[in-house]
């Protein structure tokens, strides 16, 4: 069965970078699909972050790209979420998850749903 | 962006009650339409991929329908353990954006 674990500090400060880990049991992220991350600030929605596909593929979201990266440990079979220069609008819950994929009319590969999540990780941001 | 609006934001129903929460989009996005449902404190779960297809291990009281830029999420007869938030989520744009999420509430 496929798990997922956010892992990192629940308390960063301003201006600092956001680093969490999500280490995945039951799957070999080398072999398919999309990994990514998804965040809910408190009492709203859900905000998409960021995903990468296997191959290295990334999509990021635009209002988030100049400050985000998901780097891939193999060895580790776990990806990370870095998200610089945080504010207090970056305090939320995030969640990892994977997406299985579908190949877009435009010729490339994309997330399609997010069918397993992480427990979800509350990074408060605060000096 | 491609704006996912989800009507009611919230609504009152009894166990047994069918239940219906729509979901537009600001522009089509063929059937690349998803819903979760999502308890306090808990990670969302899917509940329909792909605008009408059930998740499996998904109870069938749950269904989906709709294209283009109108959705609908159909609880045939509410149970006890239905009471959740759900949320639509478009996958048809390089940009993934969610509804803001249907509160669904004991009566």
């Known amino acids: 069965q496929v798990q997922l674990q956010e892992s990192g500090p629940g308390l960063v400060k301003p201006s600092e970078t956001l680093s969490l880990s999500c280490a995945v049991s039951g799957y070999s992220i080398s072999s398919g699909y999309f990994w990514g991350w998804i965040r809910q600030p408190p009492g709203k929605g859900l905000e998409w972050i960021g995903s990468?596909?296997?191959?290295?593929?990334?999509y990021y979201n635009p209002s988030l790209k100049s400050r985000v990266t998901i780097p891939v440990e193999r060895s580790k079979n776990q990806f990370s979420l870095n998200l610089s220069s945080v504010t207090a609008a970056d305090t939320a819950v995030y969640y990892c998850?994977?997406?299985?994929?579908?190949?877009?009319?435009?010729?490339?590969?994309?997330?399609?749903?997010?069918?397993?999540w992480g427990q979800g990780a509350l990074v408060t941001v605060s000096s | 962006d491609i704006q996912m609006t989800q009507s009611p934001s919230s609504l009152s129903a009894s166990v047994g009650d069918r239940v219906t929460i729509t979901c537009r989009a600001s522009q089509s996005i063929s059937s690349y339409l998803n819903w979760y449902q999502q308890k306090p404190g808990k990670a969302p779960k899917l509940l329909i991929y792909g605008a009408s297809y059930l998740q499996s291990g998904v109870p069938s009281r749950f269904s989906g329908s709709g294209s283009g830029t109108d959705f609908t999420l159909t609880i045939s007869s509410l149970q006890p353990e239905d009471f959740a938030t759900y949320s639509c989520q478009q996958s048809y744009s390089t940009l993934y954006t969610f509804g803001q999420g249907t509160k669904v509430e004991i009566k």
């Open positions: 998850a994977r997406a299985p994929y579908y190949s877009h009319s435009d010729g490339h590969f994309r997330p399609y749903y997010f069918d397993y």
């Open positions: 990468i596909f296997h191959s290295g593929t990334t």
